[in-house]
């Protein structure tokens, strides 16, 4: 299985506060399947993306835990203005590795008026924008609905392992169902932030899923479509709606 949202970085978020735990973390990961784990640093009004920083942070975090887990860069990017004006401008800086992949992340609090005519402007760009856990936000859950008309512009949608073990509550569980039956989920992933609470576990949501959505479908989203995001290749599991 393939991580492509985990806070397995020390010291440089709300994730891990210390090297040890980031150790854990990554241990705790393979010992779950999880061979090759994106690490997500926010991008946000509280944590300043530094994209070579956390390089040499992800180099040393690689040497102390060995070859397994694989780990790679990538970003949680929040859709503030400011970012949004950064990432037309330079894309490349937030993407996944060297992928045309962008995480993407909705306030809690308001979805900007310019966000449709964003998503175009970034796919026009070449980008393929992740939207990552919009089964919690607050505002979508109002109107699920929209999360389809982005899909329609070209977005992905990822959606929380822990939801489906009840970590989030009943609301998260219904939205990510309803999702699942209209085919517009395309990546299951941790979302890890420790050990204890918000960990990096992909199996038991994946054997939900399996049970409840059928084998190819949980293999598409933790297996085959997170490969082709670190191998910046098309998604083989994309319905178009």
Request: aromatic letters at 8%; hydrophobic letters at 35%; proline letters at 7%.
């Amino acid at each position: 299985m393939i991580d492509i949202h985990c806070h397995i970085l020390p010291e440089v978020d709300d994730g891990p506060k210390s090297w040890d735990i980031a150790e854990a973390m990554c241990q705790m990961a393979a010992q779950d399947g999880i061979e090759h784990i994106v690490a997500t640093p926010h991008s946000n009004d509280r944590y300043f993306y530094d994209r070579k920083y956390l390089s040499t942070l992800l180099q040393t975090l690689q040497q102390r835990i060995g070859p397994q887990p694989v780990l790679s860069l990538g970003c949680d990017f929040h859709l503030s203005y400011d970012n949004m004006q950064s990432a037309i401008r330079k894309p490349e800086q937030f993407c996944i590795g060297s992928s045309h992949y962008l995480l993407v992340e909705f306030s809690n609090f308001g979805i900007s008026p310019q966000v449709d005519d964003w998503f175009t402007q970034i796919r026009q760009r070449g980008i393929t924008p992740i939207i990552t856990h919009p089964e919690r936000n607050p505002i979508l859950q109002q109107d699920p609905h929209r999360i389809l008309n982005w899909i329609e512009l070209g977005c992905a949608v990822q959606v929380t392992a822990s939801v489906f073990t009840g970590f989030w509550g009943p609301r998260p569980r219904q939205i990510a169902d309803r999702l699942l039956k209209e085919k517009a989920v395309h990546f299951l992933s941790t979302d890890a932030h420790d050990t204890k609470r918000r960990v990096p576990i992909l199996s038991e949501a994946r054997k939900v899923i399996a049970k409840e959505f059928g084998e190819e479908l949980a293999r598409s989203l933790v297996e085959d479509n997170p490969a082709a995001v670190v191998k910046n290749q098309p998604l083989p599991y994309f319905p178009q709606n």
